[in-house]
């Protein structure tokens, strides 16, 4: 009986991995007894599986804190936020990869496949309490990663993206188990966060010159993921060779769950050398807000342009991760991840209709698209409006009250380079649009000349993922409020 009760203890902790697990296994089966062009089940399935696990976390928010599997796993608000935000990013993806596999002929199984069990390892990641299951969930979704970013196996710029990220992700990867062996040997043989961080102040390592060495190493791993300059280097080159789809994806799930990462390993780990990561991580918001804008006005390429745009982005969300002494830090990082999400996909959605309609995803062939297709013109604009944190959009929101909580916590500089930073941002984002609305009575491009609408039940599952996203990144920011009071409760 005893250990009857441990498994649902353990389960229930878990229960929304177990319905995504499921799903695969589900998926296998229906790949072997169907039809591979009996597509829908695939959909079907994924979808399914992805809007149970979301249900599961709403229905379970506001229990207390959990920690279950003899301390590798804890659940409670802070995580459950960010796991929830990766179901949202899958949710919104899976419609936003029909179309472009029906047109490629991708196999769709295995795309379905890594997509999920990248889901599944970002999920752990965020719940993850000790340093082998956070190695473990994060190379499941890394590996995952790799395998996405080639899965065009014939396109040369897709291999040449995979090469370089498989290279560059295996050594950041290698740097950062370097850093826990530093932590591990430091506190005494602990794995456990918490655990790592008692273990140090009972050995009075806290405040030795070692610990710099997996300050600096851990930091380089995460900034990785987070595609932080100077670690930036692999973002532009996938971002331009992988299929926009899974652009799509990474840009957003493998961010989410390295925040929730970074913020649990500095907040608990390193809580004792707050000023020491504090200024490291100040350093790097500066140098990715700066030479992510300012490159991203040179780009002609739209993939190219977001790559950068997406480095500027996460500098600014890391104010809010600096400013986590105070709930309103942590609720800023988390509201404006939530907006960037939507934005994000929604501007992604439309390059994936133009590109698949054109083959192209060059800035200048966007000229005179508001004469082929108002609708998606109107659509693009208002996404990279938000972006650019225009008013009275969602992305201004966001902007807002992340620059106001990082003001209030006094980091000046910060707030003031971000702000400065966004107006450049609204620059190149003003440029796209006034070639979407304004160019359509000079010469348009041969690409929106031969501009063609179709029809197909493919192309309504990727409109619809756009119009949420659209309508999310217009609208969302006028219920901040409650928004803000969710996201207030998160904090651990």
């Known amino acids: 009986m005893k250990e009857f009760h441990l498994l649902l203890f353990h389960g229930n902790s878990i229960l929304p991995e177990s319905i995504l697990i499921l799903g695969l296994f589900l998926l296998l089966i229906i790949d072997f007894i169907y039809n591979k062009k009996e597509k829908a089940w695939f ?24 920690i279950s599997f003899l301390g590798n796993f804890q659940t409670n608000n802070f995580n459950e936020i960010f796991r929830f935000l990766i179901l949202l990013c899958t949710i919104l993806c899976i419609p936003l990869s029909v179309e472009y596999i029906h047109c490629t002929k991708m196999a769709i199984t295995e795309f379905l496949l890594f997509i999920l069990i990248a889901a599944l390892g ?67 043989g602990e794995i456990e966060l918490q655990e790592i961080y008692n273990g140090l102040i009972n050995t009075q390592m806290y405040n030795s010159p070692g610990i710099w060495i997996p300050l600096l190493s851990i930091t380089v791993g995460i900034g990785f993921k987070l595609s932080l300059v100077p670690f930036h280097q692999w973002t532009p080159d996938v971002y331009e060779g992988s299929p926009t789809p899974v652009v799509a994806f990474l840009s957003v799930t493998s961010k989410v769950a390295a925040l929730a990462l ?20 100040e350093i790097l918001a500066i140098l990715s807000m700066v030479l992510g804008n300012l490159i991203a006005v040179t780009q002609t390429s739209m993939k190219r342009m977001l790559a950068y745009s997406s480095i500027g982005q996460i500098g600014y969300i890391l104010i809010g991760i600096i400013d986590g002494n105070s709930n309103n830090g942590y609720a800023s990082m988390i509201i404006y991840m939530l907006f960037y999400i939507f934005m994000n996909l929604g501007t992604f959605a439309c390059i994936v209709l133009f590109g698949l309609r054109t083959g192209t995803d060059n800035i200048r062939d966007y000229s005179g698209l508001y004469t082929k297709d108002p609708f998606l013109a109107l659509s693009l604009a208002l996404c990279l409006l938000s972006l650019g944190g225009v008013p009275p959009l969602t992305g201004f929101f966001g902007k807002l009250y992340l620059f106001w909580c990082g003001w209030q916590a006094g980091f000046y500089l910060l707030v003031s380079i971000g702000l400065f930073m966004s107006v450049i941002s609204i620059y190149y984002y003003l440029k796209i649009v006034k070639l979407l609305m304004f160019e359509r009575n000079k010469e348009i491009t041969p690409h929106v000349q031969n501009y063609r609408l179709s029809s197909s039940i493919s192309k309504n599952f990727l409109e619809w993922s756009m119009i949420v996203c659209v309508i999310a990144s217009a609208i969302l920011g006028i219920v901040m409020n409650p928004i803000v009071t969710i996201a207030q409760v998160a904090f651990f």
Do not use: Q
Request: proline share 1%; with cysteine; hydrophobic share 50%.
């Open 122 to 188: 970002g999920m752990f990641l965020c719940g993850a309490n000790d340093l082998v299951t956070i190695f473990v969930a994060l190379e499941c979704l890394s590996l995952c990663s790799y395998l996405l970013s080639g899965y065009s196996k014939r396109d040369v710029r897709s291999n040449e993206a995979t090469m370089k990220y498989l290279l560059m992700g295996g050594a950041s990867s290698s740097i950062l188990v370097y850093g826990f062996s530093w932590i591990y040997g430091l506190s005494g």
């Open 262 to 281: 970074a913020t649990r390993i500095f907040n608990i780990v390193f809580y004792f050398s707050e000023t020491e990561w504090h200024l490291i991580l």
């Open 43 to 66: 959909y079907f399935i994924s979808l399914t599986s992805l809007v149970l696990s979301i249900t599961v976390l709403f229905f379970r928010w506001g229990e207390g804190p959990m």
